[in-house]
């Protein structure tokens, strides 16, 4: 039972390298999440998508761009990373439109920018 | 625009004692999901409890119980009988309905609780 995926589950990046986070659901899930979480925080909504192609900004976008190329990845990534993008990010899917219930989150990818 | 508010940043709390965490929203929609969720120290997110704005009883998932007040726009999630292992990060969280696209899911920014023995 797999559930969400993310890869990798840590990086370090130098200011300006860019880089892209992984996720992939294997629950046939029909929206999916990017959020991030500073120390000490609550989690902040980059993006989320509802289903293949579609996606739409969250509470904190700039400096991101995602891409749901099928039903089952959700892609998040840093064009050029800056130290205020050191976070956790953790993806979350969920079955969708009409549903009611909780989100299933992945583990979580620690991302340190120098 | 939805908006989740935690006012309680840390708690502390005696092991066997109930515990209430607050929590209020902020949203022009009448249909609304609201949840609890719980970040022990290793960092996973677990799922507590889920409550519908339609829901006409408060919802309870074991010694997890939600009050939800609509009026007052507050959801604040009750733990009986604390034990040790409650000691973690608890965030609640509005799901609005979605019209064309998936639901808009936000945070709020999460109280500490802290159990004693």
């Known amino acids: 039972n797999a559930g969400v995926t993310q890869t990798p589950k840590f990086q370090v990046l130098k200011t300006g390298q860019s880089m892209t986070l992984q996720c992939a659901q294997d629950?046939?899930?029909?929206?999916m999440y990017w959020y991030r979480q500073d120390p000490g925080m609550g989690l902040r909504l980059i993006y989320y998508?509802?289903?293949?192609?579609?996606?739409d900004k969250g509470e904190v976008p700039n400096g991101y761009n995602v891409s749901r190329l099928n039903k089952r990845e959700f892609s998040l990534r840093l064009e050029s990373a800056a130290p205020s993008q050191t976070s956790v990010y953790f993806c979350?899917?969920?079955?969708?439109?009409?549903?009611?219930?909780?989100?299933?989150f992945g583990e979580g990818s620690r991302l340190t920018v120098l | 625009a939805q908006k989740i508010t935690q006012t309680q940043p840390g708690m502390f709390v005696q092991e066997k004692e109930a515990v209430t965490l607050d929590c209020t929203y902020d949203?022009?929609?009448?249909?609304?999901?609201l949840f609890w969720y719980k970040q022990p120290s290793s960092g996973e997110m677990i799922f507590l409890i889920y409550?519908?704005?339609?829901?006409?009883q408060n919802a309870t998932e074991g010694r997890y119980s939600l009050n939800f007040q609509k009026a007052r726009k507050s959801a604040n999630l009750v733990i009986s009988a604390s034990q040790l292992g409650d000691s973690a990060m608890y965030f609640c969280?509005?799901?609005?309905?979605?019209?064309?696209?998936?639901?808009?899911?936000?945070f709020g920014s999460g109280t500490r609780l802290s159990i004693r023995p």
């Open positions: 979350a899917s969920s079955p969708g439109q009409g549903f009611t219930g909780e989100l299933f």
């Open positions: 629950m046939n899930h029909n929206s």
């Open positions: 998508s509802a289903s293949e192609g579609t996606t």
């Open positions: 949203t022009s929609d009448p249909s609304y999901g």
């Open positions: 409550q519908g704005s339609y829901d006409q």
């Open positions: 969280a509005m799901r609005e309905p979605p019209y064309s696209s998936a639901s808009k899911i936000i």
